[in-house]
């Protein structure tokens, strides 16, 4: 396994901002993740798992442990039964690549997550999800090296904290687990109505009435091509902010002024708020702060056109936040991840 040292991250991940790492490796097998997980525990450095780079904004002072390249592959069917067919697959795979290999198999779950850039296993950290669809819905566990107790574990859906793009791995256990593969239960039966808005939408105007994993697919990418920007081209890591969560006396409140208000119902009985309308409201949509420029087709997306470091993005994203909560009196948050 080859180690290399001070390596530009920037190179690594989608917004191409900030430091360097002191170490980096890849891995391929489990028994390599095991190897240096006790390796950097032993020199108590830092370990930090990188999938794509497309949901991780990296300081200027870089990483000074050792980041893993996660080069795990796999996909293979553990069961088939009339309805379902389970399927484990390597985290180190690309995300958009094993949703199409589930589609071409005709199955249904993860379609309306096509063309999400990263690798399968970063998708439960964040608990991706768009268009209707999230990984906690057809994820029944994962495998994971447990660098707290050395021991390769069997994690269930339920123990990883899933809720909306939150899961133990970025809060209460972040840093603890590697996760090397994971398995999910996809449907055979087709994908049913209601779709959501932007995909019906796309249905009625193209006249497409029989639905399939497919169709769902075909249209997710057309949406996205137009709404985000592609990360391989123009630097970005698709949503900046979390969506808001707001209670319903807030929303209450906000109606007063802002009686057009678009929002979700949430299953715990709160409301959540597209944060692009609230930036939308602030006026910054499509301009540009310290280089980076807020996407003028959807506010939630900052693109980095010529900020010099981390802190040109900090200083745009905390300009943005700090408009929001004077205008809403609502504090969004961002969503990659930041080491
Ligand atoms: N909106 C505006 N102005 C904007 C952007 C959005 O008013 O500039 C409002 C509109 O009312 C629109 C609503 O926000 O109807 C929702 O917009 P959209 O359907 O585009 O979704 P989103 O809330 O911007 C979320 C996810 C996306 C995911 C889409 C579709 C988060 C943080 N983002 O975005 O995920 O693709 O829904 O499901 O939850 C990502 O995480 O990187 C990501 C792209």
């Given amino acids: 396994m080859d180690i290399h040292t001070n390596i530009p991250l920037k190179n690594y991940t989608t917004m191409r901002l900030g430091g360097n790492a002191r170490f980096m490796t890849e891995v391929h097998t489990p028994q390599e993740v095991a190897d240096v997980c006790r390796n950097a525990h032993a020199q108590s450095l830092p370990i930090f798992i990188l999938g794509g780079g497309s949901n991780v904004i990296v300081r200027d002072e870089g990483f000074a442990g050792i980041v893993v390249r996660n080069r795990l592959t796999g996909f293979d069917i553990v069961s088939e039964e009339p309805s379902q067919t389970t399927i484990k697959i390597g985290a180190g795979e690309n995300w958009d690549e094993v949703v199409k290999r589930t589609v071409d198999m005709n199955l249904s779950g993860i379609e309306a997550m096509s063309a999400i850039p990263g690798t399968a296993g970063a998708a439960p950290v964040q608990n991706v999800g768009a268009y209707g669809q999230e990984i906690a819905d057809t994820l029944i566990s994962l495998d994971a090296y447990d660098i707290q107790t050395d021991r390769f574990v069997t994690l269930q859906a339920s123990d990883c904290g899933f809720s909306y793009r939150q899961s133990i791995f970025r809060s209460t256990s972040a840093e603890r687990y590697v996760i090397t ?57 698709g949503s900046f902010f979390r969506n808001a969560v707001i209670e319903d006396w807030q929303l209450a409140d906000l109606r007063k002024q802002y009686p057009d208000i678009p929002t979700y119902d949430m299953p715990d009985g709160r409301f959540k708020v597209p944060t692009g ?63």
């Fill in 277 to 339: 309308w609230l930036i939308e409201q602030t006026g910054f949509k499509g301009k540009t702060l310290h280089g980076m420029r807020v996407h003028d087709k959807n506010a939630l997306v900052l693109i980095n056109e010529s900020a010099q470091s981390y802190a040109d993005l900090a200083a745009a994203r905390n300009e943005i936040i700090g408009a929001v909560r004077d205008q809403f009196r609502i504090t969004i948050e961002q969503e990659p991840l930041e080491i």
């Fill in 181 to 237: 593969s994971i398995t999910l239960r996809l449907y055979k039966a087709a994908p049913q109505p209601p779709f959501y808005k932007d995909v019906q939408d796309y249905f009625d105007t193209n006249s497409i009435t029989i639905f399939t994993p497919q169709a769902i697919r075909d249209a997710v990418i057309i949406i996205r091509t137009n709404k985000l920007p592609d990360p391989a081209v123009t630097p970005n890591t």
